[in-house]
């Protein structure tokens, strides 16, 4: 008799564990950030802090330093990285084929709307420096190859037909290093307003932050539809001393595909609980609006379709994945 009931009590153990779902389990993902220094390295670590902490009985996040946006667009569609930080620019481009490599890079999804990023060409002020086209016979420096400020210090040098002595891709931490020591005399960084690298080097130099003529701007929107005219408050830096037009890229977070739907949500949702701490890191994450995501330029997650639309949002035909349909 007890032996039955011994059996029985087992079996029916065995059923349940069999029937409770493993979702609950802790997943481990790695998010691609940028070089150290960046906006994106330096959000990243307050994230996945903040997210470990309130959901750490299923996820554990860590960070990664990468070359920017289309390093961690390519890391996540080899399934090497789980979650990165990419520019509404590079990733449509990508998503599409029309980046600079002729392939489709379909495997990413957003889920959070991060900031606008502005391009900040910056000399030290002794240089004499003024404006985008006093670049011309000087030594550049821009991010490293595939980051948001590489591939935009190109562009605007290409469309404006600019003439710099050199052009030289390198972590956000060299460039101040370079400009402080007189190797370069220009910089092109895409960062969040303020930067920290920026206000780093204000501690100790006296910077310009170069301008561009109205012209100048239509032409870069003419040729780039998704970058937008922003403004550098006046303020912002000690070399704000007034409004200062510059080029703004939308910067997103995207997720493989293949995440789960809840996991995703979780992120999405906790994400916006903790705002107030993301924007002790970067500054504009307090102005962060879940209305914001509709800027993508690719398709969301469906963990973070049913979040939006949980909040009321509408999401668009263009911005839902087959899979979420």
């Known amino acids: 008799m007890f032996k039955t009931i011994l059996r029985v009590a087992c079996v029916t153990v065995l059923a349940v564990a069999i029937s409770v779902p493993l979702a609950h389990a802790k997943q481990r993902l790695l998010m691609g950030t940028s070089t150290g220094g960046g906006s994106y390295y330096v959000l990243g670590g307050t994230w996945s802090n903040e997210l470990n902490n309130k959901l ?8 990664e330093v990468t070359g920017g946006p289309d390093t961690n667009i390519m890391l ?17 481009d990508m998503y599409t084929g029309h980046g600079k490599i002729p392939k489709k890079f379909q495997a990413m999804r957003a889920f959070i709307p991060l900031y606008p990023s502005y391009l900040q060409i910056y000399s ?56 402080r020591d007189g190797q370069t005399q220009v910089a ?11 206000m780093e080097m204000e501690a100790t130099h006296d910077i310009t932050l170069l301008t561009m003529t109205d012209a100048d701007f239509d032409k870069l929107i003419k040729a780039y539809p998704s970058w937008t005219k922003g403004v550098i408050r006046k303020g912002s830096y000690k070399a704000a001393k007034e409004d200062i037009n510059v080029i703004s890229l939308w910067n997103f977070a995207v997720a493989h595909k293949d ?16 705002l107030p701490q ?48």
């Open 188 to 198: 092109f960084s895409v960062f969040g307003v303020p930067a920290p690298a920026i």
């Open 259 to 274: 995440l789960s739907e809840d996991l995703v949500y979780q992120i999405t949702k906790t994400t916006f609980e903790v």
């Open 124 to 179: 030290l002020s002794q240089s004499g420096l003024k404006t985008v086209h006093d670049i011309n016979g000087k030594t550049v420096s821009s991010g490293p190859a595939g980051a948001s400020s590489f591939l935009a210090a190109r562009a605007v040098i290409d469309t404006l037909d600019l003439k710099p002595a050199k052009i030289s891709g390198m972590p956000a931490s060299q460039q101040l290093n370079t400009l």
């Open 278 to 325: 993301l924007a002790n890191a970067i500054k504009d994450m307090a102005l962060t609006k879940p209305e914001d995501i509709l800027y993508s330029s690719v398709p969301l997650h469906k963990g973070a379709i049913k979040y939006y639309r949980e909040i009321g949002l509408t999401i668009p035909d263009k911005l839902i994945p087959a899979e979420a349909k």
């Open 56 to 63: 750490g009985d299923i996820l554990d996040l860590s960070i």
């Open 76 to 92: 996540i569609e080899n399934k090497e990285m789980d979650l990165g930080m990419v520019t509404a620019w590079q990733a449509g």
